[in-house]
């Protein structure tokens, strides 16, 4: 029976996060209400509070189910034995980006994201969790670049903090173009050519310059 519970109540985070993507998806963040997602799940309000703190601890909940399979990749290259942490960095990437285009479930979550995640007073807290989630992705991507340079994969003089905000500018403002117009190109095959462009740049382009 306990177990049952358990399977019960799993089941039933799972709805109430599925109501309010479909929710936030039609609606934006800002405008969502508790109410809206317990109506959506066909469930109580009451019903959320024994899953979720508030509104923004759903929207949380949805962004971190989608991160499960990249944790592999992301601990693999970091692993201190990882022959190619340059290889597995783009592995990653490529992965990441290829998701975005086939999975219409990240697609979704990633529009909620960009286009429909108001950063007004009462987001707040998603306002500061998307700082957090930027400094940790700069994190990995410091560790990776990390690990390759010692590696000798990249340039002893690379400058690696120009190179994480490099990343940062060309990947994110790819995927805001693509949501935004989605017809307007191929997304999968441009990220190809952003990232194999993005590691060229890596071997030429990120050299540390003396200030002026």
């Known amino acids: 029976m306990a177990r049952r519970t358990k399977e019960d109540a799993q089941k039933t985070r ?8 479909t929710v936030f998806y ?9 109410n809206d997602i317990a109506a959506e799940a066909g469930v ?16 949380e909940a949805m962004i ?4 499960t399979p990249l944790e592999m990749l992301h601990e693999a290259i970091e692993h201190p034995d990882e022959p190619d942490p340059l290889g597995r960095f783009r592995e990653l990437l490529l992965y990441l980006t290829r998701e975005i285009a086939r999975d219409p479930r990240r697609q979704r979550a990633y529009e909620i994201v960009f286009l429909k995640c108001e950063l007004t007073e009462d987001n707040e807290p998603l306002g500061t969790r998307h700082r957090e989630n ?12 990390e690990a390759a ?38 997304f999968e095959s441009e990220a190809r050519r952003v990232i194999e462009a993005y ?3 890596l071997q030429h382009c990120f050299g540390q310059f003396d200030s002026e």
């Open 14 to 21: 799972e709805q109430l996060i599925e109501a309010a993507e």
């Open 26 to 34: 039609r609606k934006g963040v800002s405008k969502t209400s508790l």
């Open 44 to 59: 109580t309000r009451g019903a959320i509070y024994w899953h979720f703190k508030n509104k923004h601890d759903v929207f």
């Open 64 to 67: 971190q189910r989608l991160k």
């Open 134 to 145: 930027f400094l940790h992705g700069s994190e990995r991507m410091r560790a990776a670049l």
């Open 149 to 186: 340079l010692n590696r000798g994969q990249l340039p002893a003089d690379i400058d690696i903090e120009c190179a994480i905000v490099q990343l940062h500018v060309q990947l994110t403002g790819l995927i805001y173009l693509w949501l935004l117009l989605p017809d307007s190109f191929d």
């Open 199 to 201: 590691f060229y740049s």
